[in-house]
């Protein structure tokens, strides 16, 4: 079975300053792993993922994420915390069964960027 | 590309009645999710198509709970006898195969219907 932790429901930080954002998962099989913000009363974006190769993965809005295979780990930085990333972030894997890759979420962490 | 769609974005009712929600996949997509998220939770699946094909539902998904995505392009999620528990956001998500060698697609979301049940 496979499943994500997000550790801390909400995140505070202020304007400028780093952005961390903690995920662990546990899976049996080489995990494939996303994170995705979801704004107030909207959908989910991709952030950005990680299937294979560089452990180091970029995504949008100047958000990377390192896979850490033996600290079970994906978390989630910025180097710079800017007003417009409050919102909440979910990480999740997915669960591949030979027919749909179905995502795994974690519960999620709610940012908060004050001035 | 105008993305996922979903309607109606929200949806109030009494307990007891049916809804009927719609998603408009990517255009060149041929996989559908659905994924239901409760308050202060992340997304759970549903159920998940490949063109007009039903090929998984989850145990979530009771017997009041119907999908269709009759022409392998858009797709309806149909609850009958609503309860109080089915309020929540209903999000639909699609994507393409992954590429030669991969396992996993990566799936875009729709803006999703929230439905609240009185």
């Known amino acids: 079975a496979q499943s994500v932790t997000q550790l801390g429901s909400h995140v505070s930080v202020s304007e400028g300053a780093l952005v961390l954002l903690r995920c662990n998962y546990s899976?049996?099989?080489?995990?494939?792993l996303f994170w995705y913000v979801q704004y107030p009363n909207q959908g989910l974006q991709l952030l950005l993922k990680?299937?294979?190769?560089?452990?180091l993965v970029k995504g949008i809005n100047g958000f990377e994420a390192e896979f850490k295979k033996s600290e079970t780990s994906f978390h989630l930085t910025k180097p710079s915390a800017h007003m417009s990333d409050a919102a909440e972030y979910f990480c999740a894997v997915i669960l591949y069964t030979g027919t749909a890759s179905k995502l795994t979420f974690g519960t999620g962490t709610r940012l908060q960027v004050t001035l | 590309d105008t993305g996922v769609s979903q309607n109606p974005r929200h949806k109030i009712t009494k307990r007891g009645q049916n809804v009927t929600f719609r998603c408009d996949p990517i255009s060149e997509h041929n996989r559908l999710y659905w994924y239901r998220q409760t308050l202060g939770q992340g997304p759970e699946f549903l159920t998940y198509?490949?063109?007009?094909?039903?090929?998984?539902k989850s145990r979530l998904l009771s017997d009041r709970f119907s999908a269709e995505r009759p022409k392998g392009s858009f797709s309806t999620l149909e609850i009958q006898r609503t309860e109080q528990g089915d309020s929540a956001m209903y999000l639909c998500?699609?994507?393409?195969?992954?590429?030669?060698?991969?396992?996993?697609?990566?799936?875009?979301f729709g803006p999703g219907t929230r439905l609240t049940v009185l």
């Open positions: 899976s049996s099989v080489p995990p494939y």
């Open positions: 198509f490949q063109n007009e094909a039903q090929l998984e």
């Open positions: 998500a699609s994507s393409s195969p992954p590429l030669a060698g991969g396992l996993a697609d990566t799936q875009y």
């Open positions: 990680y299937t294979t190769g560089a452990t």
